[in-house]
């Protein structure tokens, strides 16, 4: 079969792609991915925070798509009835680390990230009576969002626009033709079909590096972050108003184990932080780790005791290797100069690539339009 576009992944950013596409064009689509059904990856397994753009280097793809995406989120889930909440969020530290925060803050004016200010002991407690700190980051444009309602809207629009999708499918060859490229698929009875493509879009997540490897070696590698949460008990449940951060966990380039609420209003810890070097999915959450959250968790909620907590589900992040930044930006590449003419590589497209999904979809559908 031929195809103007094939998109590798149907997860939040796919999809973004899929819909910003669809809206821009009439070309022929079809996506692909190894799940049953579209978001079952990387999307489904985070902390539906709508991110405000402060922690990311300035002029960095992140900061750049996370701003945009903020602000085109909260309007696109608005006009299609997708559950949000702006909620806000405190990043809160003790006395000696007034001055991590104080740089952290001179980062969020850099990016113009709105409503912000430093706040002080009294003002937390006023806030949130459970938090011990004594100074906090208050950022009133942060947010939480039902990731799933996001996705199924984004699908609906897709599909509205005829594109094909084949589930429980892998990408398994890719070869460059004179103009274009075929590409070999994985059927989930284990045979190979072949289709053509003028323009193929690598959004694989987890498998991101493995697909543009499939054509050339010369492309950023991942590695795996698994991030386990644990719940808190329902006597937390409306306990707080805001997102809780710590500083960020500059070892892992995570923003450490942080306390985010849902739509119900429960609680839960997370995402904890552990490389995993043979690159195999395992959403396990061990028991064991309760010590880990409970320790971290201590240091900010008050009257917290370990049998409030339980372990939840867990998340892997594809992050780009990098020995020397613990925080690598995003890669969103058109690979023409290298060569490949109508190939889109995303890869290492972890936090913040939710709230920066709309605009990161709009990008790559300018590149083919």
């Known amino acids: 079969m031929i195809f103007n576009i094939v998109i590798v992944g149907a997860g939040v950013i796919g999809l973004s792609i899929a819909r910003a596409i669809g809206e821009r064009t009439n070309l022929s689509v079809l996506i692909i991915d190894k799940e049953d059904d579209f978001g079952r990856g990387i ?3 985070n902390s539906e925070v709508i991110h405000s753009g402060l922690y990311y280097e300035p002029n960095s793809l992140k ?28 990043i809160v530290g003790s006395a000696h680390q007034i001055s991590e925060l104080e740089e952290l803050f001179n980062n969020g004016l850099k990016n113009s990230i709105p409503d912000m200010k430093i706040i002080g002991k009294k003002e937390i407690e006023s806030i949130e009576s459970k938090i011990i700190a004594d100074s906090a980051i208050y950022i009133g444009c ?55 493509s003028n323009w193929i879009i690598n959004s694989a997540g987890l498998e991101s590096d ?37 500083l960020p966990d500059k070892e892992h380039g995570t923003l450490g184990i942080h306390l985010t609420l849902d739509q119900s209003g429960s609680v839960k810890l997370g995402p904890s932080a552990h490389w995993i070097e043979d690159k195999k999915e395992n959403y396990k959450v061990d028991d064991d780790l309760i010590d880990l959250f409970y320790d971290e968790g201590k240091l900010y909620i008050k009257d917290l005791d370990k049998n409030d907590l339980s372990p939840d589900y867990s998340g892997i992040r594809p992050k780009i290797w990098d020995e020397k930044n613990s925080m690598p930006d995003f890669y969103i590449n058109h690979e023409e100069e290298k060569g490949y003419p109508g190939l889109i ?20 559908a300018e590149m083919i339009n």
């Not at 950023?220 to 409306?238: A, E, H, M, N, R």
């Open 43 to 45: 999307s489904s397994r």
């Open 210 to 246: 493995f697909i543009a490897e499939l054509i050339n070696k010369d492309f950023p590698k991942i590695k795996f972050v698994k991030g386990c949460y644990f719940k808190l008990s329902s006597k937390w449940k409306g306990a707080f108003k805001k997102l809780i951060y710590p």
């Open 142 to 196: 942060t947010g939480i969002i039902s990731t799933h309602e996001l996705m199924s809207v984004f699908y609906s629009e897709s599909q509205k626009s005829n594109h094909d999708y084949l589930f429980k499918s892998k990408v398994v060859g890719l070869k460059q033709l004179e103009s274009g490229y075929i590409i070999d698929i994985e059927n989930s009875l284990g045979d190979i079909e072949q289709v053509t």
């Open 63 to 90: 900061a750049k798509y996370c701003t945009e995406g903020r602000e085109l989120l909260y309007d696109y889930c608005k006009r299609h009835n997708v559950w949000t909440k702006q909620c806000g969020k405190l």
């Open 345 to 364: 590589n995303l890869i290492g497209i972890e936090s913040p690539g939710l709230t920066a999904s709309l605009a990161i979809g709009n990008k790559i």
